[in-house]
């Protein structure tokens, strides 16, 4: 008798699972989205953002996350303002250590060669010209900060490379550099 049992109850088991089957309509999904999304162009109008914006502004008066604000503009008048006010907010271990050269060896000594002549392996081979030697040049520490900030004539910007403090350890090391010509 209990064969009998196991055999109809297996048999009952077998009919109600194949009997939620039918290839011609499939079986409910949950979450279709997840199986059929819908494709969208990647610059195209969406109803995600508020007023039919492409994407949405940070609010007024933020900044980013590690930015450091510079107040000096950058202008000529933002420069001689630079050269007579900033002063480096290096303390007294980090002046004059071996991070400053090993920077400058790696974003100036190509225009400006090793001893800060103007006489880098680019000015030898002539693709700039006109790079000046620090020793012909009135700069303080607040001037070289601001130049490796904005860049000056034909010198580019180190804002993105370089952060704040690294730029200070720069003028400090080009500073030194200036002592010894």
Same mark, same amino acid.
């Given at each position: &008798? ?8 297996? !048999? ?21 989205? &997840?199986?059929?999304?819908? +494709? ?16 949405? !502004?940070?609010? /007024?008066? %933020? =900044? ?13 008048? +933002? ?11 290096? /303390?007294?271990? /980090? ?10 060896? =790696? ?10 002549? +103007? ?20 700069? %303080? ?13 034909? &010198? ?12 200070? !350890?720069?003028? /400090? ?7 010894? !010509?």
């Amino acid at each position: &008798m209990k064969r009998v049992y196991k055999t109809a109850l297996l !048999l009952g088991i077998t009919v109600l699972v194949t009997s939620c089957h039918n290839n011609k309509s499939p079986n409910y999904q949950y979450f279709p989205n &997840m199986y059929e999304s819908a +494709g969208y162009e990647t610059y195209s109008e969406s109803a995600a953002f508020k007023n039919g914006k492409e994407g949405q !502004l940070p609010p /007024d008066g %933020t =900044i980013n996350r590690g930015f450091e604000p510079y107040e000096y503009a950058n202008t000529t008048e +933002g420069y001689e303002l630079a050269k007579a006010n900033s002063k480096s907010p290096l /303390d007294s271990i /980090d002046r004059g250590s071996e991070k400053g050269k090993e920077l400058f060896e =790696i974003y100036c000594i190509s225009c400006h060669g090793a001893s800060g002549n +103007g006489k880098g392996k680019l000015v030898e081979r002539e693709k700039f010209l006109g790079v000046p030697s620090y020793k012909d040049r009135v700069i %303080t520490e607040g001037s070289i900060f601001h130049v490796v900030t904005y860049g000056l004539n034909s &010198m580019g910007s180190h804002a993105n490379q370089l952060s704040a403090h690294e730029r200070w !350890l720069v003028a /400090d090391y080009v500073l030194k550099l200036k002592s010894q !010509l």
